[in-house]
Nanobody
């Protein structure tokens, strides 16, 4: 059974930083390109960062230069370092395969990020 557990969110002031983690189980983690997604209220879920099995990364224009995705295959974990946070980064953040859900029902509970003064 696929399980993705996100953590590390919170309330932060504009300009602040957070580091999100996503622990995966039930999959051969190392073969998957993984992604971080976010969903703001009233908006569709969007992919903001992806990392291939070999470590190549891509970012949405909205986060390029501020967010860094990384992975530790030994720990089955993918990370998102978020710097210079803006109010428009406020959303629930999820991880999953970069190409879409690994399996039906594989979305985790997400982690809430709120950027506000």
């Amino acid at each position: 059974q696929v399980q993705l557990v996100e953590s590390g969110g919170g309330l932060v002031q504009p300009g602040g930083s957070l580091r999100l983690s996503c622990a995966a189980s039930g999959i051969i983690f190392s073969v998957y390109a993984m992604g971080w997604y976010r969903q703001a209220p009233g908006k569709q879920r969007e992919l903001v960062a992806r990392i291939t099995s070999g470590g190549r990364t891509n970012y949405a224009d909205s986060v390029k230069g501020r967010f860094t995705i990384s992975r530790d295959n030994a720990k089955n974990t993918v990370y998102l370092q978020m710097n210079s946070l803006k109010p428009e980064d406020t959303a629930v953040y999820y991880c999953n395969a970069a190409s879409g859900p690994i399996a039906p029902g594989s979305w985790g509970q997400g982690t809430q990020v709120t950027v506000s003064s």
